[in-house]
């Protein structure tokens, strides 16, 4: 299986933390999607690209396991990890980890492609293969 990953940092804000300064279990969501939005921008297939070429990609799946607690004012490694299939979805897997580098979060999600009159695309789209060619999942 072909994978594409990359490592980014966030530091836990304030606001997204309970009255004992721990994180809110909801907020690791909004990680994994800072960690998308990360990948996206470092991998050229970002949303502004995917928007460009006439699609939007919904979340249609969802998973996160907690492990341990994030704490305000850490800063926290978040791994993405593109997960290459031949369906016309994007899976990416996460980690994260708090400064001793210990895992304290991970989850997965799937987006499908939706053009812009709102149909799901069955087959992956055009810019899509050709960004899988260029990032040498497809030959």
Not at 35 to 39: K, P
Not at 94 to 97: H, K, N, Q
């Given at each position: 299986?072909?994978?594409?990953?990359?490592?980014?940092?966030i530091r836990v804000r304030f606001n997204e933390t309970d009255p004992l300064g721990i994180v809110w279990h909801g907020y690791y969501i909004t990680y994994f999607e800072d960690?998308?939005?990360?990948?996206g921008r470092a991998h050229n297939i970002s949303y502004l690209e995917i928007k460009k070429?006439?699609?939007t990609t919904p979340i249609v799946r969802s998973i996160c396991e907690h492990k341990l607690p994030l704490k305000y004012g850490e800063i926290a490694k978040i791994k993405t990890t593109f997960i290459d299939t031949l369906a016309a979805k994007m899976i990416f897997k996460?980690?994260?980890?708090n400064p001793e580098g210990k895992v304290v979060c991970?989850?997965?999600t799937v987006q499908v492609f939706v053009d812009d009159d709102?149909?799901?695309?069955?087959t992956q789209p055009k810019?899509?293969?050709d960004w899988k060619r260029k990032m040498r999942l497809l030959e």
């Open positions: 299986m072909n994978t594409i990953s990359f490592e980014s940092t960690g998308r939005e990360a990948f070429n006439g699609f996460y980690e994260i980890f991970t989850g997965e709102g149909e799901l695309s069955l810019f899509f293969e």
